[in-house]
């Protein structure tokens, strides 16, 4: 951690209880296929990044989030206060908590089918207080008026404000506008920007200060007012890329909310990223601090002159 005052992060959005069966392959559409493993696990992205924030260390992290009353809450509220985070819940008798469905492929590749729930109670007037908080943290798992109205009221408050446009829509200009930060997976970008016929384009395309495109195991790019970062993936053998995405967000802020240059933030959310997909679940898969500290210490785990390569190469394109 640096030597400034310690921020808070405040993470507004969604939390669910994911069901995750493992198989072969992901089933086609029509196809039936025999698992050979399930398990329940607590997930959902806001409840995911907050994790992140958390563990990654650098930042007080609050999280608010709307819960059914039900016994798949019970899960997602120990896991997220196991992990140090300070909470703020909307609880809805009416709905129930958010599930997620999962199917893991021995690959590591999934297919994942949302049912919102309670997430989608979230409305404007729940936002606490933004007193002493720095950053907010956002995602589209609940409903986006609401997510417009957070980040209107936080930069009415003088506070940065990052967004992970996940899943992916088309974003009004009145949001893009109140935002400091974008995070976006490959597909996402394609939307958010129109289409565009490459990277460069797309980033370019999007009228927010910092976008950052997360592009699997090759790493990321960012595009930080004109100019360009990148950072290649490490060298992992993955498990489960459930939560990578979610773990890459929380960790990011949670270095730029503790002053970290924008470099090093990507550095760091990027391992942390990789490391979860090593392991199976969601908020099970996050590393700490010290987890991630280890990895960068690694030669061997390191991304070589090859990964620099194919991750400008897949820019270009």
Same mark, same amino acid.
């Given at each position: 951690?640096? !030597?400034?005052? =310690?921020?808070?992060?405040?993470?507004?959005?969604?939390?669910?209880? /994911?069901?995750?069966? =493992?198989?072969?392959?992901?089933?086609?559409?029509?196809?039936?296929? &025999?698992?050979?493993?399930?398990?329940?696990?607590?997930?959902?992205?806001?409840?995911?990044?907050?994790?992140?924030?958390? =563990?990654?260390?650098?930042?007080?992290?609050?999280?608010?989030?709307?819960?059914?009353? #039900?016994?798949?809450?019970?899960?997602?509220?120990?896991? +997220? *206060?196991?992990?140090?985070?300070?909470?703020? %819940?909307? *609880?809805?008798?009416?709905?129930?908590?958010?599930?997620?469905? %999962?199917?893991?492929?021995? !690959?590591?590749?999934?297919?994942?089918?949302?049912?919102?729930?309670?997430?989608?109670?979230?409305?404007?007037?729940?936002?606490?207080?933004? /007193?002493?908080? #720095?950053?907010?943290?956002?995602?589209?798992?609940?409903? +986006?008026?609401?997510?417009?109205?957070?980040? *209107? =009221?936080?930069?009415?408050?003088? &506070?940065?404000?990052? $967004?992970?446009?996940?899943?992916?829509?088309? +974003?009004?200009?009145?949001?893009?506008?109140? &935002?400091?930060?974008?995070?976006?997976?490959?597909?996402?970008?394609?939307?958010?920007?129109?289409?565009?016929?490459? $990277?460069?384009?797309? $980033?370019? *395309?999007?009228?927010?200060?910092?976008?950052? @495109?997360?592009?699997?195991?090759?790493?990321?790019?960012?595009? @930080?007012?004109?100019? @360009?970062?990148?950072?290649?993936?490490?060298?992992? #053998?993955?498990?489960?890329?459930?939560?990578?995405?979610?773990?890459?967000?929380?960790?990011?802020?949670?270095?730029?909310?503790?002053?970290?240059?924008?470099? /090093?933030?990507?550095?760091?959310?990027?391992?942390?990223?990789?490391?979860?997909?090593?392991?199976?679940?969601?908020?099970? !898969?996050?590393?700490?601090?010290?987890?991630?500290?280890?990895?960068?210490? #690694?030669?061997?785990?390191?991304?070589?002159? /090859?990964?620099?390569?194919?991750?400008?190469?897949?820019?270009?394109?």
């Amino acid at each position: 951690m640096s !030597s400034a005052a =310690r921020s808070t992060v405040l993470v507004a959005g969604s939390a669910n209880l /994911d069901f995750v069966v =493992r198989a072969a392959h992901v089933p086609a559409p029509g196809e039936t296929v &025999l698992g050979h493993g399930f398990s329940t696990f607590p997930g959902g992205k806001g409840a995911n990044q907050a994790v992140a924030c958390a =563990r990654a260390g650098g930042a007080t992290t609050r999280m608010l989030l709307a819960l059914g009353e #039900d016994d798949f809450a019970m899960p997602i509220e120990a896991s +997220l *206060r196991d992990a140090g985070v300070d909470l703020s %819940i909307v *609880r809805d008798p009416a709905l129930p908590t958010g599930t997620a469905f %999962i199917c893991l492929a021995d !690959s590591a590749e999934n297919a994942i089918t949302v049912a919102p729930g309670a997430n989608l109670a979230l409305g404007e007037e729940h936002l606490p207080a933004l /007193d002493g908080v #720095d950053w907010l943290l956002l995602q589209l798992e609940t409903p +986006l008026p609401t997510v417009t109205a957070y980040a *209107r =009221r936080a930069r009415l408050a003088g &506070l940065k404000v990052a $967004l992970n446009a996940a899943p992916a829509q088309a +974003l009004p200009d009145a949001l893009l506008a109140l &935002l400091d930060v974008l995070i976006v997976n490959e597909g996402e970008l394609d939307v958010v920007a129109g289409h565009p016929p490459d $990277l460069a384009t797309g $980033l370019a *395309r999007v009228p927010v200060p910092c976008v950052i @495109v997360t592009l699997g195991a090759r790493g990321c790019l960012a595009r @930080v007012n004109d100019t @360009v970062l990148l950072q290649p993936g490490f060298r992992i #053998d993955p498990t489960d890329t459930t939560a990578a995405g979610d773990t890459f967000c929380g960790a990011l802020v949670a270095a730029l909310a503790d002053h970290q240059p924008m470099a /090093d933030a990507l550095l760091a959310a990027t391992a942390a990223s990789a490391l979860a997909c090593t392991r199976l679940g969601a908020q099970s !898969s996050i590393p700490t601090r010290a987890e991630v500290l280890a990895l960068l210490a #690694d030669p061997a785990r390191l991304p070589d002159a /090859d990964a620099h390569a194919a991750l400008a190469a897949a820019c270009a394109r």
